[in-house]
Structures are given as structure tokens and as C-alpha cells.
């Protein structure tokens, strides 16, 4: 895994919560959206509106594609990532 804004064993050792499955998603989730500089901002708000809609989709009991699955586990690797590490 290159070429990432945060390289993803720091992210292990620092969040010890993720999985496997959480850091691959964040892997191939950010170089999609960094493939594009101009596209940037959008595409992460297509990835994020692409994951909520699969929790909820998820929730009714229906089965999610590929790209609803790997949204919706980019979107709780993230959400692990910014729980709070000091209580």
C-alpha cells in the first residue's frame, strides 16, 4: 500500500480497532479520490453519500453491490479513526 496521505500500519498501530477489511477499504477508497485532484471534493462526497445509503440499505436487510460494501467499510474505518483515543 503506496502512495497514501497516511500510511495504513501507522493507522494500525495508532487505531488499533481497524481491520483488515477497514484498511484496505481506506486504501483503495483514497487513491480513487486522489486520482483526480480537480475531482477531489466530489468524489468523496459521492463515496460518503454512496456509504450511507448502503448502511441504510444494509439495515432493510437488502444485499449491497461491491462498491456499496467497500463504501460503507471506508466509512467506518473513518468513523474508528475519529473516535476519540482519550476518555
Known amino acids: 500500500m503506496s502512495r497514501l496521505p ?3 500500519e501507522r ?3 495508532q487505531f488499533e480497532d481497524l481491520s483488515e477489511e477497514d484498511l484496505e477499504a481506506y486504501a ?5 479520490v486522489l486520482e483526480d485532484p480537480a475531482r477531489k471534493g466530489s468524489a468523496m462526497r459521492e463515496v460518503m453519500l454512496l456509504a450511507r445509503a448502503a448502511r441504510a440499505k444494509q439495515a432493510a436487510g437488502e444485499a449491497l453491490t461491491a462498491g456499496e460494501l467497500q463504501a460503507l467499510r ?11 483515543t482519550v476518555e
Open 74 to 84: 471506508y466509512l467506518r474505518a473513518v468513523e474508528k479513526m475519529q473516535s476519540p
Open 11 to 13: 493507522l494500525r498501530r
Open 28 to 32: 483503495a477508497v483514497t487513491r480513487r
Open 6 to 8: 497516511v500510511d495504513p
